[in-house]
């Protein structure tokens, strides 16, 4: 079938046949492809995630359909992992525009089974429907031995991350701008993204809590606060040196970037400061890093941030969709 036919060309059954005929269930599925249902054998905790792409706000320009299937995917990947969940299977839920080409799809299908590869898990069904844009509901299922919650922060925990921050919403200014010299991390940040699944595993051995960084560093920092009640002092803002001299170059502000950014993708959490080595250890293993960032302390206290010699109140700033 020539993949320059679009949509409108197969139907929707011509579609289902075509997303069927590339998923392989694992031993562990009761049911064959295609049923009403998705059930598998299991014992232990169950994590069950949703997120959602829609292409008019989470499709920057420069981002091909491969990219979009991989990032549709990280999305809710990185959302287990901030439980400590291990991906099981996944439910894909597509709303496509007729216009939209086979190869195109296929393209999308493709970055779907890369991210799958990468992170585990099996692509087991979903849901296929029309729309005027590319809509991508991920239902991501996992399994933990032990789940970490957002709310047990204490007060005396390291708060730590598992990497620095301002890469991505560098990569997308310079994408949104079209600036074309520009470090290839940058747009790889955007167009590429990683869940730190591996990182998440570990720390549900170690963590007191523990959030997905993806709506921004300030945010996250107030949702574990709020659910935690507590405050944090943020003494080593963990700043990215390459978005510091995009920034610096282009006359935007690092602050800006590192904690109202989003899209990171890394995981912002408590420890207790006994375990602080072993965590590192165990993440060296796995190619990962704990990077220390501050203190919890006391909910009276607030957020702050020790910034340029001063230490400032930390707003609860960062993506919103149905904010201006």
């Not at 299991?42 to 069950?48: A, I, R, S």
């Not at 701008?177 to 940058?186: I, P, Y």
């Not at 955007?190 to 921004?216: H, N, Q």
């Not at 405050?231 to 904690?259: I, N, S, Y």
Request: net charge negative.
């Amino acid at each position: 079938m020539s993949l320059s036919k679009m949509l409108h060309d197969i139907g929707e059954k011509g579609l289902v046949e075509r997303i069927l005929s590339r998923i392989t269930l694992g031993p562990r599925h009761v049911l064959p492809k295609g049923d009403d249902a998705v059930a598998i054998e299991f014992m232990g905790k169950l994590v069950v995630s949703t997120d959602m792409l829609v292409e008019s706000t989470d499709v920057p320009p420069g981002m091909n359909m491969e990219s979009v299937g991989w990032k549709a995917l990280t999305m809710v990947v990185s959302d287990l992992a901030s439980k400590g969940a291990i991906p099981i299977l996944y439910l894909i839920s597509l709303g496509l525009p007729r216009s939209m080409t086979l190869e195109q799809f296929e393209a999308f299908w493709d970055g779907l089974e890369k991210a799958a590869r990468c992170y585990g898990g099996t692509i087991a069904g979903g849901d296929t429907n029309e729309a005027q844009e590319v809509v991508v509901s991920c239902v991501g299922i996992g399994s933990a031995e032990r789940v970490v919650p957002r709310s047990g922060a204490r007060v005396g925990d390291v708060l730590a991350t598992t990497g620095l921050f301002g890469r991505s919403a560098a990569g997308l200014n310079a994408l949104l701008r079209g600036v074309e010299d520009v470090d290839e991390s940058l747009k790889r940040a955007v167009l590429k993204p990683m869940a730190r699944f591996r990182e998440g595993v570990i720390l549900a051995k170690y963590a007191t809590s523990c959030i997905d960084s993806s709506d921004g560093l300030a945010v996250s920092l107030h949702e574990l606060a709020k659910q935690s009640g507590v405050g944090f002092e943020v003494t080593m803002p963990p700043v990215d040196g390459v978005a510091k001299k995009f920034a610096e170059k282009h006359g935007l502000d690092v602050f800006d970037l590192v904690f109202y950014g989003g899209e990171e993708y890394e995981l912002v959490f408590t420890i207790g400061r006994n375990d602080l080595e072993a965590v590192r250890k165990a993440l060296a293993l796995v190619n990962g890093e704990l990077i220390e960032i501050g203190r919890v302390v006391p909910r009276s206290e607030g957020i702050t941030v020790f910034w340029d010699g001063e230490r400032i109140p930390l707003e609860c700033k960062g993506w919103d969709h149905f904010k201006k």
